[in-house]
């Protein structure tokens, strides 16, 4: 599932853009904020690493059990897409703890500015992921891409039972299968051949990387942020896949359900889904994410719902991680 971009603006700030592409419609998904100062755990395995959230976030959730886009008050983005190929591996007996696979990305929002932070601690390899089966019966097989405001930007995969990371702002696109490495050398090959003569047009993940790659480097770096927006908008619309098509083994090529667009510089979260088609948004300096604030949430299937929306949330119980 899902497609991603990084852009960087005729300013030199940064948009990032996604499309969540699921084979099931019914995959419920809300926006959420979560404070600062928040009690965390894994969610998962027989010792759940836990933590305290540095940094208040707003995310959108997946079957309520999971978070999977989101952006920090640091300006700090993650992106969940699907991999087949992940290999998570067992928990092992090495003493390291665990942590769902729904908790991974909250878990970076929650404890780092910037994405080198994040790959440092990453390195570290100090946990196991847990995945579960999603709720429909699939595989729960992601991986995740990281981006900020400076531009940097990192894809983890995890392979074998390892955290494997390409770092850098170059990582700037990103789908799903293969497996990073490859899609890499699949773009060098259309590159040769050149985006202005002939793309691959399929929607399968390989063919959206080439397309998302020209796309992304053939765009004008507008400095108007509204232009700016657009484009990005632009871009993610291009790419998605069409409403009711879908490959029943191969749940990374399904319909484009939403999509989030996360301004890292004007902490500027917008979303829009593919069934009730408008735009909504949220500025996250008009949330309180201070330490001790309330969890508070606001569904996305609602008729009317447009514009900046921070207005519409409502206390709300934090979910819980899928386990």
């Not at 850098?168 to 899609?183: A, C, H, I, K, L």
């Not at 399904?254 to 999509?259: M, V």
């Not at 667009?261 to 008009?286: C, G, N, Q």
């Amino acid at each position: 599932m899902c497609s991603k971009i990084t852009y960087r603006t005729g300013t030199g700030t940064f948009i990032t853009g996604r499309g969540m592409d699921w084979n099931d419609p019914s995959a419920e998904t809300a926006l959420w904020s979560f404070p600062a100062g928040m009690q965390r755990d894994g969610g998962a395995g027989s010792s759940p690493v836990g933590w305290t959230s540095r940094f208040g976030s707003v995310v959108a959730s997946f079957y309520g059990v999971a978070s999977s886009d989101g952006m920090n008050t640091a300006g700090l983005v993650t992106n969940i897409l699907y991999l087949a190929e992940s290999e998570y591996g067992e928990p092992d007996g090495e003493g390291r703890a665990t942590i769902s696979v729904g908790a991974w990305a909250q878990y970076y929002l929650d404890g780092f500015a910037t994405v080198a932070e994040a790959v440092e601690a990453t390195r570290k390899d100090l946990f196991s992921i847990v995945a579960p089966v999603l709720p429909n019966g699939r595989a729960a097989s992601v991986h995740l891409a990281l981006s900020d405001p400076s531009g940097d930007c990192a894809v983890i995969e995890y392979l074998d039972g390892r955290p494997v990371v390409h770092h850098g702002p170059e990582y700037r696109v990103m789908t799903n299968s293969p497996v990073y490495d490859q899609q890499l050398a699949l773009n060098a090959y259309w590159d040769l051949i050149g985006g202005d003569r002939m793309l691959p047009g399929t929607i399968s993940a390989a063919d959206r990387f080439v397309r998302l790659s020209y796309n992304l480097k053939s765009s004008p770096e507008y400095e108007d942020r509204r232009m700016a927006v657009a484009s990005v908008f632009s871009q993610m619309r291009a790419i998605g896949v069409p409403l009711g098509m879908e490959d029943p083994d191969r749940p990374n090529i399904s319909a484009t359900l939403w999509r989030a667009i996360a301004d890292h510089d004007a902490k500027r979260y917008y979303f829009e889904s593919t069934v009730e088609p408008s735009v909504m948004w949220v500025d996250l300096d008009k949330v309180d994410l201070a330490s001790g604030a309330e969890v508070m949430a606001v569904d996305v299937a609602r008729d009317g719902l447009a514009g900046e929306v921070s207005a519409e949330f409502r206390p709300r119980e934090p979910f819980t991680f899928l386990a």
